[in-house]
Every structure is written in C-alpha cells, then in structure tokens.
C-alpha cells in the first residue's frame, strides 16, 4: 500500500553533514506528517524532526540549529538536512508518515515505517 524507502546514510565525521532521504510510493494521499526517527540498541525510538501537511515544522532539542527538514511534494520526497554532526547523532534513522483512518466516529492513527539507514559518526 505505502512503502517508505529511505537513502543516504552512511560514515561521517564529527562536524561532517549529511543528507537523508525518503521516497514515499503507493497510496500517499492524505498524510498528515511525515518524520524522522532514530534508534540506538537499547533505547526507544525517538522522534527528530517532522513537517506537517501544512508545512510546519517540529524538531528535537538535540536537532534545533542543526538539522533541517524539507519536503517535495512533486517528487513525494521527503528530506533531512543534517549538519554539524556529532558522535551521539550516531543511530539508525527511520522515516515515517502517518494519516487518520477508518470511519468518523472511530477514525485512529496509522504509521508508517520505512526500513532505516544507519547513519554513523567518528570522532
């Protein structure tokens, strides 16, 4: 139905930048965020950085000033600026969107979930 396909993680030195992206494809009307997640082993997923449908903007503390979130709806693409990179960015990086589904009276949340992509700095 929705697949969530994210590119351009990878090694990067502490100060470095990257560039994340994430194509979404099949039923993609209608969402009502799109964000990016990341998770270290043994810890919860936590949220980054989202944009809503009407471009607002979100970002974690430890993400203010430094990464940047964007999206282009002609390409259905959704992008994370990330600059000035340090060791504790280090972490599996998830994209996600979500919409409201079912009928009215029951209408719930529904996630999406791309595969990750590991992004890693060195110190």
């Known amino acids: 139905q929705v697949q969530l396909v994210e590119s351009g993680g990878g090694l990067v030195q502490a100060g470095g930048s990257l560039r994340l992206s994430c194509a979404a494809s099949?039923?993609?009307?209608?969402?009502?965020?799109f964000g990016w997640y990341r998770q270290t082993p043994g810890k919860q997923r936590e949220l980054v950085a989202s944009?809503?449908?009407?471009?607002?903007?979100n970002y974690a503390d430890s993400a203010k000033g430094r990464f940047s979130i964007s999206r282009d709806n002609a390409k259905n693409t959704v992008y994370l600026q990330m600059d000035s990179l340090k060791p504790e960015d280090t972490a599996v990086y998830y994209c996600?969107?979500?919409?409201?589904?079912?009928?009215?009276?029951?209408?719930?949340?529904?996630?999406?979930w791309g595969q990750g992509t590991q992004v890693t700095v060195s110190s």
């Open positions: 996600n969107a979500w919409r409201y589904i079912g009928p009215v009276e029951r209408v719930v949340r529904h996630d999406y």
């Open positions: 099949g039923r993609t009307f209608n969402f009502e965020a």
């Open positions: 944009i809503s449908s009407d471009g607002s903007r």
